[in-house]
C-alpha cells in the first residue's frame, strides 16, 4: 500500500471529523439525499464524458493509487543496460537472450527480445515509440476522467444548494421541511467540494505522477535500447543514458510544479 495515501486520507478525514465534532454538526452530515445527488450527478456526467473504453480502466486506476506497481529505480535500469552493452560488446547481440527473463522491467525484456529476433532497428525504434504513446494516452485518458469528477462535483454541490433554497421557500410556512431543506443544501456543498478536493484531484495528480514516472522510465530504456542496437560501448550507453535523464528529469520537475 502507499503509505502516503494513507497518512493522507487519515489526516485529511481526521481533520474534517475533528472540526465538525467540535462544532457539533457531525451527526447532520451523512445526507443520503446530497450523497445521491453528488455522487450519482458526477458518476452520470464522466458517463457522458467518456466511453466505456477509458472508464472500464477507472478500478484499475483506485488500485493503483492505493498499490502502486514497483517499479525499478531509474539508476538500476541504467545499469542494466549498460551491462547489456557490455555483454553484447563481448559476444554478440544474440548473447543478451539469457539475460532477459532477469530484466527488472517488461518493457525492456519486450525490447531486448526484438533485437535478438533480429528486428530491423526503424521497426524496433517504430515499436517502442507506439507503445510509449499508448501507454501516455492511456494514462492521460484515466487523469482526465478524475480531474473531469473534480470539476463536475462542486457543480453538483451548487446545484444541490439551490435545491435546496427552493425547497425552503416552498415549505416556509413548514418550519420542519425548511430544516430538511437546508440540510440538503448545506451537507450538498459540503459533499461536492470535499469529495473534488480530497478524492477526485488528489487521484487525479497521484495518477499524473505516476504517469510522468513510467513514461521516464520507458523513454529512458527506449534510449538505451536503441543504444544497444546500433553497437555503442558501455561508457558510451552510460553517458547517452545519463544526459539524457538530467533532461528527463528537468522536464518532469517542470511538469510537477504546474
Request: aromatic letters at 10%.
Amino acid at each position: 500500500m502507499d503509505l502516503m495515501t494513507f497518512f493522507g486520507a487519515f489526516f485529511g478525514i481526521g481533520v474534517i471529523v475533528f472540526v465538525l465534532s467540535s462544532g457539533g454538526m457531525l451527526k447532520f452530515l451523512l445526507n443520503w439525499e446530497a450523497i445521491v445527488l453528488i455522487f450519482g450527478g458526477t458518476l452520470g456526467s464522466v458517463m457522458i464524458s467518456y466511453p466505456w473504453a477509458a472508464l472500464k480502466w477507472t478500478s484499475s486506476s483506485f488500485r493503483l493509487v492505493l498499490f502502486p506497481p514497483k517499479r525499478p529505480p531509474i539508476s538500476e535500469i541504467i545499469r542494466v543496460i549498460v551491462n547489456l552493452a557490455d555483454i553484447s560488446k563481448k559476444n554478440g547481440l544474440e548473447a543478451i537472450a539469457s539475460e532477459i527473463p532477469r530484466l527488472p522491467h517488461a518493457f525492456l525484456a519486450d525490447a531486448c527480445q526484438m533485437i535478438v529476433d533480429g528486428v530491423d532497428e526503424h521497426i524496433l525504434h517504430e515499436r517502442m515509440e507506439h507503445d510509449i504513446n499508448t501507454t501516455r494516452l492511456r494514462h492521460q485518458q484515466q487523469t482526465n476522467i478524475f480531474n473531469s469528477a473534480g470539476t463536475f462535483a462542486p457543480i453538483f454541490g451548487l446545484l444541490g444548494t439551490l435545491i435546496g433554497v427552493v425547497q425552503v421557500l416552498r415549505n416556509i410556512q413548514n418550519p420542519q421541511m425548511m430544516g430538511s431543506s437546508m440540510a440538503i443544501a448545506m451537507t450538498a456543498s459540503f459533499y461536492g467540494i470535499f469529495s473534488a478536493n480530497f478524492l477526485f484531484l488528489p487521484i487525479a495528480s497521484k495518477l499524473g505522477y505516476y504517469s510522468e514516472e513510467d513514461i521516464l522510465l520507458r523513454e529512458i530504456i527506449a534510449k538505451g535500447i536503441v543504444s544497444l542496437h546500433e553497437g555503442d560501448v558501455p561508457w558510451l550507453v552510460s553517458k547517452k543514458l545519463e544526459g539524457y535523464l538530467s533532461l528527463a528529469l528537468r522536464r518532469k520537475a517542470k511538469t510537477l510544479k504546474k
